[in-house]
């Protein structure tokens, strides 16, 4: 950004430590770009903020259409298959350390942690009001007419939102968020106080949608969104004196703040999705790669929520795994728990489709799973994915996987969650899966900003 971008309308250039301090707040807006900042530069309060807005909104319309230009099937599907049988002709291959996932030594504890987990919530954002001028004229033992005294008044508040790793929820969102009013001006010149921003933390992933249209993505740490502009401080009566008029009886109110209301979401940021129909073992697995401890029953819909657990590797990479509630056919008409959950695999580099090999034609289960996935999203179902066949450890699943391999032609990896078999192969596969999309250059964030239904 060039230096001296930030004038004031008279263009008088603003001080260097504001002109700094600006430039740092832009710089955290992920997609600021040199043309947007300069377009606006930084001309009072409102204006300011505009600027900040402009970048992020102007940003987001930017990657848009990146979905649409990806073409997904770009040769992971061969590669993961030929991988995974060269993987499996050769169990005792000693693998390289990019592709051997740690196993985990110490246990988490096994007690269940229930906690509120909120990842929608609409809120009403109101900001300040900027303070008053003031109208005074000075008057002093040695001179009457001193002049006008009357002083600006202050800025009010914005309501920022600003991306953070420590939260992981929307439950600390309250409906109703105010931005507290700037000081009026008073006599002697003396201006009022700007009020202090009202900065909310939200997760990482969280969006931000007005009528229906995203108006904002936070995805990365420090991320911020100003959500509604406080107003403008009014001016005081001193401002208006000029050589024809040297006692203004004039003074600005101040500026009224913003009331936006949002619909706000939370998408959960994972590289690897499970997908599966209830009691599959999607919680299982989890438990099984990573130290997430989702709560495993057999009954079906145990999971309410997502659920993120790490996979660690050798080579000091670690993999987001999300684990979300069972789908079932019709779950775009609302059946079971909907399908409105799966936006938190909206941003997954690839999925893991995981079946029941001990139920038969177990491939039913997966056209049905493809079906919902493209119900919700076009295209989403098509993302580099390889098939699990879990539950191996139970007798009818040997004949179901001959047949499931026979039906199916994509990466097809049989374990057993439950008894910890066979997860290498699976675990390798994943990583090449994840490889080879960062190779073919599109980064899990930039995935599929299209609006939300
Ligand atoms: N025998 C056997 N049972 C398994 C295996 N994996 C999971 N299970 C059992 O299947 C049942 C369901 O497992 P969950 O992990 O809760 O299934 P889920 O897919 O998370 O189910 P929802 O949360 O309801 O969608 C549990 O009783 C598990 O013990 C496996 O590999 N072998
Ligand atoms: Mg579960």
């Keep these: 950004m060039a230096a001296g971008a930030f004038r004031l ?24 770009s040199n ?33 649409k230009s990806y073409d997904w099937d770009d040769g992971w599907n061969q590669k993961g298959k030929e ?52 109208i005074s004229l000075l008057s002093t033992y040695q001179k009457e007419k001193a002049g006008p005294d009357g002083a600006d008044g202050g800025n009010g508040a914005h309501v920022i939102f600003e991306a953070s790793t420590k939260i992981r929820s929307l439950n600390h969102l309250e409906s109703f968020i105010r931005g507290q009013p700037g000081e009026p001006g008073r006599n002697k010149d003396c201006h009022g106080k700007n ?24 995805e990365e ?59 599959a073992g999607k919680s299982t697995l989890l438990r099984a790669i990573s130290r997430a401890r989702p709560k495993v029953a057999s009954y ?16 000091h990479h670690q993999l987001a795994v999300a684990d979300i509630p069972g789908l079932i056919e019709g779950a775009h008409k609302n059946r079971g728990l909907g399908i409105t959950f799966l936006r938190h695999i909206e941003r997954c580099s690839c999925l893991l489709y995981v079946l029941d090999t001990s139920q038969p034609r177990p ?31 139970l007798p009818e699943a040997k004949e179901n996987l001959k047949e499931l391999a026979m039906h199916i032609d994509l990466p097809l990896a049989p374990v057993s969650a439950k008894m910890g078999g066979q997860l290498g192969p699976l675990l390798a596969l994943l990583r090449l899966l994840i490889d080879h999309k960062a190779e073919h250059g599109i980064s899990p964030a930039a995935i599929s900003p299209t609006p939300l239904r």
């Design 9 to 32: 309308s008279s263009g008088r250039p603003l001080s260097w430590a504001f002109q700094n301090q600006m430039r740092n707040v832009l710089q955290k807006i992920r997609y600021c």
């Design 35 to 67: 043309d947007a900042a300069s377009v606006g530069g930084v001309d009072g309060w409102q204006r300011g903020v505009v600027v900040l807005d402009t970048v992020q909104r102007s940003a987001w319309r930017g990657v848009e259409n990146v979905e």
């Design 83 to 134: 991988f995974l049988k060269w993987l499996q002709d050769n169990p005792d291959v000693e693998l390289e350390d990019k592709y051997t996932a740690i196993k985990k030594v110490k246990n988490k504890s096994d007690k269940t942690m229930a906690r509120h987990f909120v990842d929608y919530r609409r809120v009403k954002t109101c900001a300040g009001d900027g303070g008053n001028g003031c």
């Design 195 to 218: 009020a202090e921003n009202k900065t909310i933390q939200v997760p990482i992933g969280t969006i931000f949608k007005t009528g229906g249209e995203v108006v904002a993505s936070l």
């Design 221 to 279: 740490n420090e991320c911020l969104f100003i959500a509604a502009r406080g107003g403008a401080g009014g001016k005081g009566n001193a401002f208006f004196a000029t050589d024809v008029d040297q006692a203004p009886l004039i003074a600005e109110f101040g500026g009224k703040g913003e009331v936006i209301e949002y619909e706000v979401e939370l998408r959960t940021m994972a590289d690897v999705g499970l997908i599966g129909f209830p009691n």
């Design 300 to 315: 079906p819909f145990t999971t309410l929520n997502p659920h993120v657990g790490m996979v660690h590797y050798a080579d």
């Design 363 to 393: 491939w039913d289960q997966l056209h049905v799973l493809m079906h919902e996935l493209e119900q919700y999203q076009r295209g989403l179902s098509k993302r580099p994915h390889a098939v699990v066949a879990n539950k191996m450890d």
